[in-house]
């Protein structure tokens, strides 16, 4: 066949050059597109790397919080059980202090009653002892004044003699009893 003109087409040494650069930018493709798959695949083992680092520093994370969250609760319930212990502890002493208190008040009121008892009994004694006296005066009385009008009519006498016997005297002397 002859040569194929520019009008028919190109020639064939300039076929076997495009085939000869179409398959050196193949090969270059092919090579970029492999160095680009290399590099892909050692950022995929970076990130892969990066991200099992990241899940083995996050399950260590996740272990030293799941420890102190124990450590946490093991810490509260210790605190609560001894909350709970003191709480116990002084419910007592308040349960304690509270019969104590009732106790008291009990004995309290006890005395109160036996001491309004017994001034009650004391009043009463006081007042039958004042009657007693009372009675015992009026009677001493009613004997004195009874022996006393017995003795009177003498001692009558006796003032009247007595009387006398001064105002004689007192004549003897010179004197007027009745300026006296």
């Known amino acids: 066949m002859p040569p194929k003109t520019k009008a028919n087409g190109t020639k064939a040494g300039a076929q076997k050059k495009k085939r000869n650069a179409g398959a050196a930018l193949q090969r270059n493709e092919a090579r970029r597109a492999k160095a680009s798959e290399d590099q892909l695949k050692q950022r995929l083992q970076e990130l892969e790397a990066e991200l099992e680092g990241a899940r083995r520093e996050g399950k260590a994370i996740y ?68 009657a007693k006296y009372e009675e015992i005066l009026h009677g001493s009385l009613d004997r004195l004044l009874d022996k006393l009008r017995a003795v009177k009519p003498q001692w009558d006498g006796a003032l009247l003699k007595l009387h006398a016997r001064y105002k004689e005297q007192l004549r003897q002397f010179g004197l007027n009893p009745l300026d006296l």
């Open 63 to 130: 272990t030293e919080m799941s420890r102190q969250r124990r450590a946490l609760q093991e810490e509260m319930e210790t605190r609560s059980r001894q909350l709970e212990e003191e709480v116990k502890g002084l419910r007592e002493k308040l349960d304690k202090c509270q019969r104590e208190a009732e106790d008291a008040e009990r004995e309290a009121k006890q005395a109160l009653g036996e001491r309004d008892r017994t001034l009650a009994q004391l009043r009463a004694h006081v007042a039958d002892m004042e």
